[in-house]
């Protein structure tokens, strides 16, 4: 396939999404069944993004611009995904797929169903598909691994994959800074950047870097709008366990019944919590987080705007790292 049968297949990809059909439908069902975390509200929203941001034929085209990606000398690249968030390892499927090579793909045993789909549509719409990827139980002879898991299983995958090209992503997530003057509407934006998907992705934001006499009651009230998320018995009980902890060990914490507020220097928190610190220097502050290799992204009136985080574009790579010039020919460390 050349890159413009690969661009119109992906394009297509993307009209399907959008057409959500009943078979597509049937999938969705199937993959809230595999894994509970996976609501049907968050397998659409993570469909309808992937479709707007990446999957427009306007979009990709601008994309391929900036990369050689005409006539590749193909390489099998292995893809181990994760599954903490519907299709969050897509991203470095298309980069694989666009840039000619075969995606040798490994899923999330919690999210098989959804990439299983993409995979059969796809050479179900052209056979040629087929020499372009591949599900895998084992990931093995391939002449790089994009590799996506925890800091645990990155030292596996450095110690597997560490003869071979490849970009090991390991545990991130992000953070807001607040000045204190944020109007309601941005409070209910980063209320979303807070709790879509239960706060699990790394695009989430599990810290709050807030000024020192900072009243937390308005952005309590706009996080009321996921109190339904009492009522799902896995995120319910990890509240009940961070509360517990907290209760136990005579720490200060504040909670609007669904999530809870507490001073903590960490910028990663368990599902269903918010860590905050205070700052009374913001140059000193934002210079630290841009140099933190934990944070995906900074949220903030002067950074990503409220309510975007999980909105990424097709040039939006993870851990900063141009998946697409990792994938073509040039620098060193190409493959």
Known sequence: MNINERIDLIAKLGEYFL???EQLQSVKQ??????PWFSMEFIDLAIKNIAENYLQKSLLKDWVKQYDVSEPQQKNVGIVM???IPLVGFHDFLCVFISGHKAVIKPSSKDEVLIRNITEKLTEWNNAAKDHLILAENLKNCDAYIATGSNNSSR????????YPNIIRRNRTSVAVLKGDEAKEELNLLADDIQLFYGMGCRNVTKLFVPEGYDFIALLDALKKYNRFADFHKY????????????MNHKFYMT???IIFTENESVFAPVSQVNYS????????????KNNTNI?????KDFIPFGKTQSPSLTDYADGIDTMQFLNPAPKGSI
Request: aromatic residues 18%; charged residues 25%; negative net charge.
């Open 30 to 35: 199937k993959a809230k069944e595999q894994n």
């Open 82 to 84: 994760a599954g903490n």
């Open 19 to 21: 057409l959500n059909d």
């Open 156 to 163: 596996y995958f450095e110690y597997y994959f560490s003869k």
């Open 256 to 258: 609007n019944d669904s």
């Open 296 to 300: 995906q992204c900074i949220v903030g």
């Open 236 to 247: 319910r009980n990890n509240y009940d366990y961070q509360l517990a902890l907290l209760i």
């Open 278 to 289: 205070y700052y009374n220097e913001p140059k000193t502050l934002i210079e630290s987080l």
